[in-house]
C-alpha cells in the first residue's frame, strides 16, 4: 500500500462545474496535509495547507480533511480551462525532518 | 518572494560524463531538497540538506552525491551519468520557522536533463 495514494485520472469536468479530487494516507500519525498544483513541463506551486479536521477555503478552493477516514481531499468550484494541471497531494508527519510524503498526482481536464 | 534558481533549464550530457546541478535560493532558508520526477513515478526524493554542510538520503541517493557549502546554494552531482538519469530534477526549499505553515516547499523550476 502505498503512503499517499491519488486517483491518476484523468478527471475531467467541465467548465464552471466543481472537481473534487482526493487522497487517501496511512500513517495516522501525518499532521499536515498539502495540495500543489503542477501544469504541464512546470514545477509544483502550493495551492493549499490543512493541518485541522474540516473544511478550509481560499477562494474557488477548499480543502477538506478527515483524520479518523485518513483522506484529505481537494474543491476546486467553478472550475476553469486555467485549472487543467494534476494535483499533488502530500502529507507530513512530525519527526520527518520537514520531508513531504507525495502522492502521484490526479490530472485535471476542464473542458470550455 | 522566494526565488529557486536552477541553472540550467536543459542539459544534454552523455554517459560517464561527471554532472553538476546547481539549485540557489535567496530567503536563507535552512532545509533544501533533491527531486527527480519522472511520469508514472512522481517525485522521488534523492538527498536533502537541513543546514550547510550537512546532508541526507533521500529514497533514491544511488549514483548520486551533493555539496552544500553555503546556505543559499545546494549542488547536486551525478558521478559518472547514466541513461536511467535521465529525468526532470527539481530542487526545493523551506524555511524551518515557518513549518508547517503556508509555505510549504518553494520549487525552483526544474532542470531536465538527457544523458545520450
Known amino acids: 500500500q502505498k503512503e499517499v495514494e491519488q486517483n491518476s485520472g484523468p478527471l475531467s469536468v467541465p467548465e464552471g462545474a466543481i472537481a473534487s479530487l482526493n487522497c487517501t494516507y496511512s500513517?495516522?500519525?501525518?499532521?499536515?496535509f498539502f495540495w500543489y498544483r503542477q501544469y504541464s513541463g512546470k514545477s509544483p506551486e502550493l495551492i493549499m495547507f490543512i493541518y485541522s479536521n474540516g473544511d478550509k477555503e481560499d477562494g474557488r478552493f477548499t480543502a477538506q480533511l478527515n483524520k479518523a477516514s485518513q483522506y484529505v481531499s481537494l474543491l476546486i468550484r467553478d472550475s476553469q480551462p486555467s485549472d487543467s494541471a494534476t494535483y499533488l497531494c502530500a502529507v507530513y508527519k512530525d519527526g520527518n525532518n520537514r520531508k513531504l510524503i507525495w502522492g502521484l498526482g490526479t490530472s485535471l481536464a476542464v473542458n470550455p | 518572494d522566494v526565488k529557486v534558481t536552477q541553472s540550467s533549464r536543459y542539459l544534454v550530457k552523455r554517459t560517464g560524463e561527471k554532472v553538476f546541478l546547481e539549485c540557489v535560493q535567496d530567503?536563507?532558508?535552512?532545509?533544501m531538497f533533491w527531486y527527480r520526477q519522472d511520469p508514472g513515478l512522481g517525485l522521488r526524493l534523492i538527498y536533502f540538506s537541513y543546514d550547510v554542510k550537512m546532508k541526507e538520503k533521500g529514497d533514491i541517493p544511488e549514483g548520486y552525491s551533493v555539496s552544500r557549502e553555503k546556505k543559499e546554494r545546494f549542488s547536486l552531482i551525478l558521478e559518472s551519468a547514466s541513461t536511467n538519469q535521465t529525468s526532470m530534477y527539481l530542487c526545493?526549499?523551506?524555511?524551518?520557522?515557518?513549518?508547517?505553515?503556508?509555505?510549504?516547499?518553494?520549487f525552483g523550476s526544474g532542470t531536465r536533463l538527457t544523458v545520450v
Open positions: 530567503m536563507d532558508h535552512e532545509n
Open positions: 500513517d495516522r500519525g501525518s499532521q499536515s
Open positions: 526545493a526549499s523551506l524555511l524551518r520557522a515557518a513549518w508547517p505553515a503556508n509555505y510549504g516547499y518553494t
